[in-house]
């Protein structure tokens, strides 16, 4: 039996409309944004669907690098491990004893981990954005703030759940 705590920690950046992808991309660059995107990660797996995985279109550096696809099998490459879902890629983690994992997107795996994810950090962008991905609704009745961290264009929003 696998029974060691894994945090999942949902790490995204979103607009002012809840938008977080354009055509396969981020709609907008911030260094800032990603440089803590990168300290936060970094050391830390990270999980993105193969959509967002293409997007970037190499692995991160000093991550273990994780895929879901429903073509796992014939997509393994050593230095990307590839699930074909995101539990399959927990139990991985837990049995080698991993105590964190980032969610880092996009859309779809999004919306498939905030019904079981332990934290959320959310860069809040200060702009609207025209987009086709959007981050799900956050229900407030499940999460709450726990801190708030002001950079120049954005707000570090870290959610826990209630
Ligand atoms: N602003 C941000 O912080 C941020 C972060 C990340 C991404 N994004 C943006 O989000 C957008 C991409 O989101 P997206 O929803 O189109 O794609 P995505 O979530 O990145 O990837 C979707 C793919 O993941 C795989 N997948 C998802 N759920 C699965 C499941 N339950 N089982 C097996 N495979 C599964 C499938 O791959 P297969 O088709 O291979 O089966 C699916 O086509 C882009 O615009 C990107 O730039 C923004």
């Not at 409309?17 to 709609?27: A, R, S």
């Not at 907008?28 to 970037?56: N, Q």
């Not at 991160?60 to 491990?81: G, P, T, Y």
């Not at 962008?125 to 499940?142: E, H, R, T, V, Y």
Request: net charge positive; hydrophobic share 35%; aromatic share 12%.
């Amino acid at each position: 039996m696998v029974s060691e705590k894994l945090k999942r920690i949902i790490i995204a950046a979103v607009s002012n409309n809840g938008i977080i992808g354009l055509d396969n991309k981020v709609p907008w660059k911030d260094k800032e944004e990603l440089d803590h995107f990168k300290e936060t990660t970094s050391g830390y797996p990270v999980i993105f669907g193969r959509k967002t995985f293409e997007s970037i279109g190499k692995p991160l550096s000093n991550r273990l690098n994780i895929v879901i696809s429903s073509q796992s099998i014939a997509k393994k490459q050593s230095d990307i491990l590839y699930f074909d879902s995101v539990r399959n890629a927990y139990t991985f983690l837990r049995k080698n004893k991993y105590k964190n994992v980032f969610i880092c997107g996009g859309a779809q795996i999004y919306k498939n981990t905030i019904k079981h994810a332990d934290e959320m950090l959310i860069s809040q962008m200060s702009f609207n954005a025209k987009g086709d991905a959007k981050f799900p609704q956050i229900n407030l009745k499940l999460w709450k703030i726990e801190s708030r961290k002001t950079y120049e264009n954005f707000t570090l929003i870290k959610y826990t759940r209630k």
